[in-house]
């Protein structure tokens, strides 16, 4: 009789699918699990850990447990933790070597957990290259600086000017002394002068000495004249010199109040510096935030585009492992090589608990025709009244991405919150009621995050040590009645490059605080100044006023010339013609 089985056949086909099934039990979930920690870490820059992954074939799914995510800044504590993630792969598609997942439950995720050892750090975070200006403000320095110091290292203008004005006048003062060296002297007008009597004794001579006369007193006329004349234009040249001298006088007089002006603002706060107080105070806190935002918005780029390049209908991509590439022809119903439809997430932050959906995870969205969306609201939070957050990270076309995201936060009750770490005079909020805003946007040039927070209720720990002066007491003092304020983050730029511009209603009480210590600074600044620069210009100062003096004495040179020759103009006629007009 023939026999229908083949009992050799059948019993090593039943051993190959016992060793096939036993490999899947003994080995299946720990390849999985590694692989998964492998990846993660890459992704992530630092260690991941599974405690558990386990794979059923009927229906073929993952579930994962006890993941956890190594804080690249802080590697004793998880940037995050997940209790629980399960899902189902569609088999039929993956036969495609395509990863579709439907639904993807996610429980028990918790945010800054601490580690039972600290975590590898795989590649450090990058740095951000906010400005430095804007990266690290300080509180104005109120100890009143050393002024001899301050002098010998900043150049005052006023000397050299002074001295410039004192060549320039000393030159024109030897130039007026030659020009009234050249006007008539004590001997030209002396000989005038006996002219001028001559012609008087000749009057006593009769008709015909009378009429010599009158033809010496014509001539001495004119020789008078032509002095005079040259004294008149002489003392409208010198009154020109003289005023343009003046001026000059006048203004090098201001040098040395425009080296204390320069000097004082550059060594003192003025009002302005007061502006922005805030900025000082709590800038570097909320710069923190900023860059561990950014940091963990870069690392979703390999969720969201796929390194490649296309050619028409064809995309080539990169493969992540082993050689050659993936060619992508054009499908009836296109779907991406990897994609999580649905996820379903429970969030817990110390706030509450967090539930939300996150849709269309995948690189593929210019494939997908469908954005990344997400929304998570809070029920039963011990923290807060409620929570929302929404967004979507459009990234269809991948060179003009357009993500936006919006977080409102009311009735958030703060405990232990650090607003400042600055050295000098750190900042927390012990306790109080927050409401929070966070609008988010960015495109292909650049991203804008707007977040304003109003908080009531408050109760500002400033610490007490009395070191910083009177104006870090005068700060603390005022901070320590403030019971409400509110605070504006403005931030604009690239992830790579980023400013930030924080203002807050505390700038005015502020202000007002340190308003007396700021002017009573200034004053105290300025009057040392002012006696140090008065020191060192104050003879050069008296030496230009006389080199003005003379100038001026040559003036009055020139007056007794020209009244001299005036009266002997009017003798000479006198004298000449009697009462006959010679002019």
């Known amino acids: 009789m023939k026999q229908w089985l083949r009992w050799p056949g059948l019993i090593g086909f039943i051993v190959v699918i016992a060793v096939v099934v036993a490999l899947w039990l003994l080995f299946m979930d720990s390849m999985v699990r590694r692989a998964i920690e492998r990846t993660g870490t890459a992704l992530a820059g630092a260690e991941v850990d599974l405690a558990r992954a386990h794979v059923t074939l009927v229906p073929l799914g993952i579930t994962l447990s006890g993941l956890q995510v190594t804080d690249p800044t802080a590697p004793a504590t998880n940037s995050f933790e997940i209790a629980r ?83 320039e006048l000393k030159k024109k003062n030897e130039t007026w002394k030659q020009q009234v060296a050249s006007m008539p002297d004590k001997a030209a007008l002396d000989d005038y002068q006996a002219r001028v009597q001559k012609l008087r004794d000749a009057q006593k001579g009769g008709l015909k000495a009378l009429a010599g006369g009158l033809s010496d007193a014509k001539a001495l006329t004119k020789d008078i004249e032509r002095d005079l004349n040259k004294v008149k234009k002489a003392k409208a040249d010198l009154a020109t010199d003289l005023a343009a001298a003046k001026a000059l006088v006048e203004k090098v007089e201001q040098a040395p109040a425009a080296d204390l002006r320069r000097i004082r603002d550059k060594y003192s706060i003025s009002a302005e510096g007061l502006q922005n107080l805030s900025q000082a105070l709590f800038g570097g806190a909320i710069r923190s935030w900023v860059d561990r935002g950014v940091l963990w918005y870069g690392r979703l780029k390999p969720v969201l585009e796929r390194s490649g390049e296309k050619k028409g209908n064809v995309e080539t991509v990169k493969p992540v492992r082993g050689r050659g590439v993936d060619v992508r022809f054009r499908e009836e119903r296109p779907l991406p090589y990897f994609l999580i439809s649905t996820v379903k997430a429970s969030l817990q932050p110390e706030a509450g608990s967090f539930t939300g959906i996150i849709k269309n995870i995948t690189p593929d969205q210019d494939v997908l025709g469908q954005p990344l969306t997400f929304a998570f609201t809070g029920s039963g939070l011990k923290e807060a009244q409620d929570a929302n957050v929404t967004g979507s990270l459009d990234h269809r076309k991948p060179a003009l991405p357009d993500d936006t995201m919006l977080l409102q936060v009311r009735g958030y009750r703060v405990s232990n919150l650090a607003l400042s770490g600055a050295a000098l005079m750190p900042v927390s909020l012990q306790e109080g009621t927050m409401d929070l805003e966070v609008k988010g946007k960015r495109d292909a040039q650049v991203f804008s995050v707007m977040c304003t927070a109003l908080v009531k209720g408050a109760r500002l720990n400033v610490g007490s040590d009395g070191s910083g002066g009177a104006f870090v007491q005068a700060i603390r003092s005022s901070l320590a009645k403030v019971s409400s304020f509110s605070l504006t983050a403005n931030i604009t730029g690239t992830p790579e490059k980023y400013q930030l511009h924080l203002s807050s209603d505390l700038d005015r009480v502020l202000r007002d605080a340190a308003g007396g210590v700021v002017q009573e600074h200034r004053a105290r600044l300025e009057k040392e100044l ?54």
Do not use: C, W
């Open 85 to 167: 993630i399960a899902f189902e792969l569609d088999s039929l598609n993956l036969l495609r070597r395509k990863v579709i997942i439907n639904e993807m439950g996610v429980e028990g995720v918790r945010f800054g957990t601490a580690r039972k050892r600290p975590g590898s750090v795989v590649k450090p975070p990058e740095k951000t290259t906010s400005t430095e200006k804007d990266r690290a403000p300080t509180l104005p320095s109120f100890s009143t600086p050393d002024v001899k110091k301050i002098l010998q290292e900043e150049k005052l203008e006023s000397p050299a000017l002074i001295e410039q004005a004192q060549a």
């Open 530 to 583: 002012h006696q140090a620069i008065q020191e060192r210009t104050e003879k050069q100062l008296a030496g230009l006023r006389d080199n003005l003096g003379g100038l001026g004495a040559m003036g009055g040179m020139l007056d007794g010339v020209q009244n001299r020759l005036n009266a002997l103009i009017k003798d000479a006629g006198s004298a000449g013609a009697g009462k006959i007009k010679l002019r």
